[in-house]
């Protein structure tokens, strides 16, 4: 004990003890406390799980680790709606006579902690983040079906319509930016660029169907974000782009600064 090291004065013990008694104890880790600031709070919406027919998984994992590298805190939300149907990834087909559900299949990006997307409140957060992945375009909306005649799933659109009325950061990457060109009339927001270019850009037709939805689309490329500052919705082309993985990741952090530092985060 420090009592016992005390009273053998002139020991290394004895003056280790002496500072230790001399410092108030977890007055160090009491100053840290009081230094640290909340972080901010962010909801991520997912669709599902798996790029074809949910989120795409590399795109979530992205997202949150560049939310943890921001100190933020995270809460994930679902629709609990059925998906569109269901896709064999290995073969890229649909699989018949098989149904699964949106909030189900999110739960397992979400390590299980996922909510019910009715349940997300806008005051609870500072700003909410869509992945993209096909579910958004078949689950969150009808845009893989009917293109710029599309429906957007009720949640989805009361989600889009309060943090955009509140002024709090709107995120979105790869197909999830058609989402806002529908719902919030002008928003500039990017899919990457406007032509194939010989296959490196294979969605590039996107573009498009965000100015016919009633967007504004801007060119990026896939390590870029581009902010709509006067709508707070910031956008990144992510798997829209076929390149490599790392040069996704980067643009998906580039998007994911952007919503912190319009939050002050």
Same mark, same amino acid.
């Given at each position: 004990?420090?009592?016992?090291?005390?009273?053998?004065?002139?020991?290394?013990?004895?003056?280790?003890?002496?500072?230790?008694?001399?410092?108030?104890?977890?007055?160090?880790?009491?100053?840290?406390?009081?230094?640290?600031?909340?972080?901010?709070?962010?909801?991520?919406?997912?669709?599902?799980?798996?790029?074809?027919?949910?989120?795409?998984?590399?795109?979530?994992?992205?997202?949150?680790?560049?939310?943890?590298?921001?100190?933020?805190?995270?809460?994930?939300?679902?629709?609990?709606?059925?998906?569109?149907?269901?896709?064999?990834?290995?073969?890229?087909?649909? &699989? $018949? /006579?098989?149904?699964?559900?949106?909030?189900?299949?999110?739960?397992?990006? @979400?390590?299980?902690?996922? *909510?019910? %997307?009715?349940?997300?409140?806008?005051?609870?957060?500072?700003?909410?983040?869509?992945?993209?992945?096909?579910?958004?375009?078949?689950?969150?909306?009808?845009?893989?079906?009917?293109?710029?005649?599309?429906?957007?799933?009720?949640?989805?659109?009361?989600?889009?319509?309060?943090?955009?009325?509140?002024?709090?950061?709107?995120?979105?990457?790869?197909?999830?930016?058609?989402?806002?060109?529908?719902?919030?009339?002008?928003?500039?927001?990017?899919?990457?660029?406007?032509?194939?270019?010989?296959?490196?850009?294979?969605?590039?037709?996107?573009?498009?169907?965000?100015?016919?939805?009633?967007?504004?689309?801007?060119?990026?490329?896939? &390590? $870029? /974000?581009?902010?709509?500052?006067?709508?707070?919705?910031?956008?990144?082309? @992510?798997?829209?782009?076929? *390149?490599? %993985?790392?040069?996704?990741?980067?643009?998906?952090?580039?998007?994911?600064?952007?919503?912190?530092?319009?939050?002050?985060?």
């Amino acid at each position: 004990s420090l009592l016992l090291l005390l009273r053998q004065p002139g020991t290394r013990g004895a003056m280790l003890a002496a500072r230790l008694l001399r410092a108030p104890l977890g007055a160090a880790s009491l100053h840290s406390s009081a230094r640290r600031l909340r972080g901010a709070r962010v909801a991520v919406v997912l669709s599902g799980c798996g790029v074809y027919d949910g989120t795409e998984i590399h795109e979530a994992s992205a997202i949150l680790v560049h939310l943890s590298r921001g100190g933020a805190e995270v809460q994930m939300y679902a629709p609990d709606i059925p998906q569109m149907h269901v896709i064999d990834h290995s073969k890229g087909q649909p &699989t $018949e /006579a098989e149904s699964r559900n949106v909030l189900v299949e999110s739960a397992r990006i @979400a390590r299980g902690k996922i *909510t019910d %997307l009715a349940k997300l409140s806008t005051k609870d957060h500072d700003a909410v983040i869509f992945p993209g992945g096909f579910g958004a375009a078949k689950n969150l909306s009808t845009f893989a079906v009917d293109g710029k005649d599309c429906k957007v799933n009720a949640e989805v659109e009361r989600v889009l319509k309060e943090f955009h009325k509140a002024g709090k950061p709107i995120g979105l990457c790869c197909i999830s930016p058609v989402l806002a060109a529908k719902v919030l009339s002008g928003a500039e927001v990017t899919v990457g660029h406007e032509e194939e270019e010989g296959g490196k850009w294979p969605y590039a037709g996107t573009a498009g169907a965000i100015k016919a939805l009633g967007g504004k689309h801007c060119v990026k490329e896939v &390590t $870029e /974000a581009h902010i709509d500052v006067n709508n707070k919705v910031i956008t990144t082309p @992510a798997f829209m782009c076929e *390149t490599e %993985l790392h040069h996704i990741f980067d643009g998906i952090g580039t998007m994911v600064k952007g919503v912190l530092k319009l939050i002050g985060k």
